[in-house]
């Protein structure tokens, strides 16, 4: 059975940071490549970041410079680093295993003054 279990969304001001967790179970994770996703009210589903197994990163336009996608293999762990935040970075962020169906439950950030 496979399992994401995420932590780390919630209320902060502009120009703030938030580290959002994603613990991966059920796969032998150092092998996949993983990505965060994020949905804001009324809008689709967007990729905002990925992560291969071996460390190479691509990221939205949108969060360039400003957000870090990191990964410890050793605690089946993928990270999203959310630095200098900004009122639109409010959604439903959301860690996949890039190209399946399996997906986290979703954690709000809402980036608000």
Do not use: H
């Not at 032998?28 to 190479?56: C, H, N």
């Amino acid at each position: 059975q496979v399992q994401l279990v995420e932590s780390g969304g919630g209320l902060v001001q502009p120009g703030g940071s938030l580290r959002l967790s994603c613990v991966v179970s059920g796969r032998f994770f150092s092998l996949d490549e993983m990505s965060w996703y994020r949905q804001a009210p009324g809008k689709q589903r967007e990729l905002v970041a990925r992560i291969s197994s071996g460390g190479t990163t691509n990221y939205a336009d949108s969060v360039k410079g400003r957000f870090i996608i990191s990964r410890d293999n050793g605690k089946k762990t993928v990270y999203l680093q959310m630095n200098s935040l900004k009122p639109e970075d409010t959604a439903v962020y959301y860690c996949n295993i890039w190209r399946t169906t399996f997906w986290g439950q979703g954690t709000q950030v809402t980036v608000s003054s």
